[in-house]
């Protein structure tokens, strides 16, 4: 589990590093003096879209499992009943 959490914490940072080197804002700031002060909101700002698009995801991916399991849980009603239904059947002497 520890090795689980330091891996995403790795690609976390990763990602943050990845978007701060890649982002012209950041290296503006980065270069002036007077607008250094900025730096940490702007790293914030782009953790915080990191984390929300992770989230998004997470969301989307749950979403269709969600969609998935429910349908098999339907085919598996479905089948239950008409299982219980043909043992009913058989019970009360009918047949098809």
């Known amino acids: 589990m520890i090795v689980k959490n330091l891996d995403f914490r790795s690609l976390f940072f990763d990602k943050i590093n990845e978007k701060l080197l890649s982002d012209e804002l950041f ?23 990191i984390i929300l698009k992770e989230v998004e995801i997470l969301l989307k991916n749950s979403n269709n499992q969600y969609n998935f399991l429910r349908k098999q849980y339907t085919e598996i009603e479905k089948t239950l009943k008409e299982v219980n239904n043909h043992e009913f059947i058989n019970k009360i002497g009918f047949f098809y």
């Open 27 to 49: 290296s503006t700031l980065s270069q002036d003096k007077a607008s250094q002060s900025f730096i940490l909101q702007r790293i914030c700002e782009i953790s915080a879209a």
